[in-house]
Nanobody, 122 residues
Framework: QVQLVESGGGLVQAGGSLRLSCAAS????????MGWYRQAPGKGREFVAS????????YYANSVKGRFTISRDDANNTVCLQMNSLKPEDTAIYYC???????????????WGQGTRVTVSS
């Protein structure tokens, strides 16, 4: 079982940037598609972005397209989310995980980590 530890969240003003990181245990990290998800206060968890195991294909939720960029570093078993032009509606706890497939991104393979909180003030 892969364990996931997210970091990099914080408080930022609207228009600002943050870079989230997810450290994954396990020797098979490079074989998994990876993704970022978020859960806003009072709402369900939603897909944000994913990257294929090769790094060659990425998907983004429409709400973050053009502002967020997902990347991965297989040598260090990490996946990152660069978030620019942040908006108050991006406020949420952000989690990483591995989607079960490129087309079924809302179902994931591993237990959820503790997440990292992002708060965007207006």
């Amino acid at each position: 079982q892969v364990q996931l530890v997210e970091s990099g969240g914080g408080l930022v003003q609207a228009g600002g940037s943050l870079r989230l990181s997810c450290a994954a245990s396990g020797r098979t990290f490079s074989t998994y598609d990876m993704g970022w998800y978020r859960q806003a206060p009072g709402k369900g968890r939603e897909f944000v972005a994913s990257i294929s195991w090769s790094g060659g294909t990425t998907y983004y939720a429409n709400s973050v397209k053009g502002r967020f960029t997902i990347s991965r570093d297989d040598a260090n078993n990490t996946v990152c989310l660069q978030m620019n032009s942040l908006k108050p509606e991006d406020t949420a706890i952000y989690y990483c995980n591995a989607p079960i497939s490129a087309t079924v991104r809302n179902l994931v393979k591993f237990n959820w980590g503790q997440g990292t909180r992002v708060t965007v003030s207006s």
